[in-house]
T-cell receptor, first 119, second 115 residues
Framework: GAVVSQHPSRVICKSGTSVKIECRSL??????MFWYRQFPKKSLMLMAT?????????EQGVEKDKFLINHASLTLSTLTVTSAHPEDSSFYIC???????????????FGPGTRLTVT | AQSVTQLGSHVSVSEGALVLLRCNYS??????LFWYVQYPNQGLQLLLK??????LVKGINDFEAEFKKSETSFHLTKPSAHMSDAAEYFC?????????????FGSGTRLSIRP
């Protein structure tokens, strides 16, 4: 089955620094990738949608200058949290959609998540 | 716009009892519907999905859900709960008519299993 990986799985950084999280589709090409944020004991909130080779589309209320998304290839998207602050601490989950094929053209495959802690 | 509402943030059942997690959806177009499970500090695992074929959908670990258009519901059931079913469950919806669709999640239901 389709596998999505994230790196790192956990990261601790100091306030004011930037952190990059990678999301890779391992055995398929992902035309679209999604980034979600999950607060403790809360649901997943969609942050942005990125298509390979174009600018990401951010959901309302998400600061695009703070959460930089790059989708440089069909297998890699990155989320950079710039000038991180403690309130950015969260569980970040990426998701990838394969190119349309077969019976599940719109299925999204989820990565295992990255736990970010800003001290 | 699409959305899902999960009734009950916490459900507790005895081991061996029926599990019923409720989900109602709102969508102006025919939807795809999903149930995901999340164990502590882990990512999401797809339990099952409705993609306009059979209205009764069977998933992994004996879970199933029934799409009821008249009730705009997609409730998740399992005949007999196991201790290992304790987790957070999310109902989700996406627009199946658009290649630009995205999955929107409900608020989640925490399932606890009593010995």
């Amino acid at each position: 089955g389709a596998v999505v990986s994230q790196h790192p799985s956990r990261v601790i950084c100091k306030s004011g620094t930037s952190v990059k999280i990678e999301c890779r589709s391992l055995d398929f090409q992902a035309t679209t990738m999604f980034w979600y944020r999950q607060f403790p004991k809360k649901s997943l909130m969609l942050m942005a949608t990125s298509n390979e080779g174009s600018k990401a589309t951010y959901e309302q209320g998400v600061e695009k200058d703070k959460f930089l998304i790059n989708h440089a290839s069909l297998t890699l998207s990155t989320l950079t949290v710039t000038s991180a602050h403690p309130e950015d601490s969260s569980f970040y989950i990426c998701s990838a959609r394969a190119q349309a094929s077969g019976s599940s053209p719109y299925e999204q495959y989820f990565g295992p998540g990255t736990r970010l802690t800003v001290t | 716009a699409q959305s899902v509402t999960q009734l009950g943030s916490h459900v507790s059942v005895s081991e061996g009892a029926l599990v019923l997690l409720r989900c109602n959806y709102s969508s102006s177009v025919p939807p795809y519907l999903f149930w995901y499970v999340q164990y502590p500090n882990q990512g999401l695992q797809l339990l099952l999905k409705y993609t306009s074929a059979a209205t009764l959908v069977k998933g992994i670990n004996d879970f199933e859900a029934e799409f009821k258009k008249s009730e705009t519901s997609f409730h998740l059931t399992k005949p007999s709960a196991h201790m290992s079913d304790a987790a957070e469950y999310f109902c989700a919806v996406s627009d199946r008519q658009s290649s630009a669709s995205k999955i929107i999640f409900g608020s989640g239901t925490r399932l606890s299993i009593r010995p």
